[in-house]
């Protein structure tokens, strides 16, 4: 039985990433309130939001210090012209950024939302090298299960092909390599051993085609969109001696993994390393309005500066740049960071989601691995546990798992078939508890049943 309003909204919504068809059977739940890590749809039922709605909550829904400088911000500027026009808000963000990112990054170009964040680092990294002389170097090498954005030159540099397949005649020719895949090494490596043997795929097509390539674009250890597929520092501190060798930009993709969510507040501090790009959205609102900021180096910015004739200016703008009241919430967001002891907090949640997780999960039938870093947990089921098979995909077993947990008042989106944990920062254990243990019934149920049939 569909609602008044989830058949109005049927009637004029077509919803992302979604077959519009699958929605008569199963209508979109009507959300009216949030608190917490929990949101409250009409009928009074709650979903414990364990992925932090597509990964972008940090500190629960409804946030009350959050929401009070929003309405603040709100009343005194809400958005300005950001070209010849600053404000406070952007001008805290931007010096928080430079403060608190890796070493070496200086500016902070503004945009509004991921994908446009990539876009802006692809065509910096090109038009630098063209203003150097390089004009050979116009192709960008990109990962095996990357995932960067929606537009035509983030879908380019992604690798999964859901995304990608139908719109290939359209997208650029990027080199593409072979990333790392630790559930199913090729070098059969344990995990304590590793020396990131797989570089040697990007390092063999750096060696060919370095001379065209601009830069390399990497998600730092947490492929998320491809079912949050994990590797080890070591992988990135040796791509980025490999980008520096070959005179490659390294383009840092945090949008999903930045603002503490692998237990550093950046990923790349793991490895140590600074990129050339940095591009972060999602947490950095807190999940409240959408904002994006490329950090990069002087040595970037300097390409582009110059007398007004030499026409070297970065002349890239969207509507919504640096829009104030997002500013305003991202101002917030890093004085959290600052001030309060976040990163312990993501710490202590990391290491309870392990604990309940391993226990829950490891020795169930079907569940080929439980991996972790940070505060993102992720389940990858398998046909068989010793040859990896995976479950085809046609059979939508994580859709159906989802289907069932959401009737249990727990919202898991899964990937294919890996479900994750990505919850607020916030989370309580109570409420951990009730996500690790609702989606253990979920899948011994799902299985029972599915073995019945
Ligand atoms: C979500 C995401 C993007 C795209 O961001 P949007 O705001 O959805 O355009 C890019 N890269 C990564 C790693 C992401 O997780």
Known sequence: MMTQLQEKDLRYIWHPCAQM????????????????????????????????????????????????????????????????????????????????????????????????????????????????????????????????GETIGALSVGGVDLYNEVYTPLLLDTVRSQGPDCYRCPFQQQPSHCQAQCIEFVERDLQQHHEEITAVIIEPLIQAAAGMKMYPPIYLKKLRALCTTYDVHLIADEIAVGFGRTGSLFACEQADISPDFLCLSKGITGGYLPLSVVVTTNDVYEAFYDDYQTMKAFLHSHSYTGNTLACRIAQEVLTMFEDENVMDMVQEKGAMLRRQAETAFCDLPYVGEYRQIGLVGAIELVVDKTTKQPFPSEERIGYHIYKEALEKGLLIRPLGNILYFMPPYTITEEEMTFMVTTTKDTLVNFFAERELV
């Open 21 to 148: 068809k699958d929605y008569e059977q199963f209508p979109p739940k009507v959300i009216v309130r949030g608190e917490g890590v929990w949101l409250y749809d009409e009928q009074g039922q709650r979903y414990l939001d364990a992925v932090s709605s597509w990964w972008v909550n940090l500190f629960g829904h409804a946030n009350q210090r959050l929401s009070q400088v929003l309405a603040q911000q709100a009343q005194t500027l809400e958005h300005t012209i950001f070209a010849n026009f600053t404000h406070l808000p952007a001008i805290e963000v931007a010096e928080r950024l430079v403060r608190l990112t890796p070493q070496g990054l200086n500016k902070v170009f503004f945009a509004d939302n991921g994908s446009a964040a990539i876009e802006v680092a692809l065509k910096m990294s090109f038009q630098y090298h063209a203003q150097k002389n390089k004009t050979r170097k116009k192709r960008f090498l990109a990962l095996t299960n990357a995932y960067h």
